[in-house]
């Protein structure tokens, strides 16, 4: 990926930062250190975005489906 592009990952993907400068993904909390609201609210906008992308590639995948079946 060119440097230029942002990446939106999930936490599935940590390290993925290292391997590329412009990445986004949620922060994690834990008990002794909850998230802060700003914090929350960040992971809320990184979580809207990514499932805007993840409903558009399922009904890609869906249509593609569709059409094999036809």
Do not use: C, Y
């Not at 802060?36 to 409903?55: A, F, Y």
């Amino acid at each position: 990926m060119p440097p230029e592009v942002t990446i939106w990952a999930d936490t599935g993907f940590q390290g993925i930062d290292k391997q590329h400068p412009n990445t986004q993904t949620p922060k994690k909390g834990t008990r002794k250190r909850p998230l802060s609201p700003e914090q929350k609210q960040e992971n809320k906008i990184i979580s809207g975005i990514r499932i805007t992308v993840e409903h558009a590639i399922a009904g890609i995948k869906r249509l593609g489906a569709l059409l094999k079946s036809l």
